[in-house]
Nanobody, 116 residues
């Protein structure tokens, strides 16, 4: 079983940066590929980025490629999402989960709001 707690969201102006964190519990955290997902108002939840178990391989949605960086620290059981050059369309609740996601692992998410 894995429990995930996201943090680091907030209100930022367009062009600004935020760093999200996802703290995980569970002994097998380092075995899982992890991902960040987001859900904007009135839209379905969408994939943002993923990192493999070792942190070496990453992949991104086209909409965030070149602006966002996903990383992980298995010793701290934490996954990060560095978000730079933020745009108003990045406004959403951001969630972490395994990749592919497991329905039982969704947490509360962290709100990111980007003002123009």
């Amino acid at each position: 079983q894995v429990q995930l707690v996201e943090s680091g969201g907030g209100l930022v102006q367009a062009g600004g940066s935020l760093r999200l964190s996802c703290a995980a519990s569970g002994r097998t955290f380092s075995s899982y590929p992890m991902g960040w997902f987001r859900q904007a108002p009135g839209k379905e939840r969408e994939f943002v980025a993923t990192v493999n178990w070792s942190g070496v391989n990453t992949a991104y949605a086209d909409s965030v490629k070149g602006r966002f960086t996903i990383s992980r620290d298995n010793a701290k059981k934490t996954v990060y999402l560095q978000m730079n050059s933020l745009k108003p369309e990045d406004t959403a609740v951001y969630y972490c989960n395994t990749e592919p996601p497991v329905s039982d692992y969704w947490g509360q998410g962290t709100q990111v709001t980007v003002s123009s």
